[in-house]
């Protein structure tokens, strides 16, 4: 079955956190491994700060490996190659030139912290896409098709709202078009659903500017939803 979905931009911003990504007890767990001796003693808006203050004490490839070692587990990155993401790092946006995409997510947790201990003198500034995206649906039924495979029905919608010539569509174009796409998820760092008014469904979605900064300049615009094997087209 196909029908159409409209989908409007409501909101483009540039973020440099991921909302919920460092937490009172992520600062806890950092100046610990920091062996900074009196972290019970610290109010929890206090934390961040005395973290940036441990952190800048270290060279910036110890912090950096620090922190990796927080945040990767050992499948992710061996002790060499947190090694070597510790001098790059400095130089290069791991979040978006790191070969591997299911790490970019993490990279760019790192790098947050990492940016507002050390500056834009040290390390690359961690610029991220928070979008909000209204999507109206002909009916419930492709409403309830939809929902049953994000995120990657939702990159799909996005990637079709952006020029043919960027990264997304010239790398996954073919994956574009699988029913399932795997890579979404590393994509597409977070999608949350804001709100569900039946036919119309609102997204906030949260990825990395390298695969959707062109999503700024994007009129409203219409797909064609083919329900059976999720695939779109315009």
């Known amino acids: 079955m196909k029908s159409k979905i409209e989908i409007i931009k409501q909101q483009y911003k540039t973020i ?20 900074y001796d009196d972290v019970a003693t610290l109010a929890e808006n206090e934390l961040e700060e005395m973290t940036i203050l441990a952190l800048s004490d270290l060279e910036p490839h110890e912090a950096a490996e620090l922190l990796m070692q927080y945040i ?14 510790g001098n790059e790092m400095q130089t290069e ?4 030139e790191y ?12 790098g947050d912290l990492l940016y507002k201990t050390f500056g834009g003198g040290t390390f690359p500034h961690p610029e991220a896409v928070e979008l909000t995206v209204q999507l109206t649906f002909a009916n419930e039924h492709a409403v309830q098709e939809f929902k049953k495979s994000e995120p990657s029905n939702i990159l799909k919608v996005i990637a079709l709202g952006l020029p043919e010539t960027v990264v997304l569509n010239r790398l996954y174009k073919e994956h574009l078009q699988e029913e399932e796409m795997e890579e979404a998820s590393h994509i597409l760092w977070q999608t ?6 039946g036919l119309t469904l609102t997204y906030r979605i949260i990825s990395s500017e390298y ?10 615009y219409t797909v064609n939803y083919a329900t059976g094997d999720a695939t779109f087209s315009l």
Request: proline share 5%.
């Open 72 to 85: 990767f587990s050992k499948d992710e990155l061996n002790k060499g190659q947190i090694q070597n993401m």
């Open 211 to 220: 695969w959707v900064e062109a999503f700024k300049y994007t009129d409203p």
């Open 192 to 197: 949350q659903l804001e709100s569900d008014g």
């Open 99 to 110: 070969a591997g995409i299911e790490l970019h997510k993490q990279f760019f947790i790192v």
């Open 16 to 35: 440099e956190r991921i909302p919920d990504s460092w937490k009172p007890t992520d600062f806890t767990a950092v100046l610990k491994l920091l062996e």
């Open 93 to 96: 946006k791991a979040w978006e």
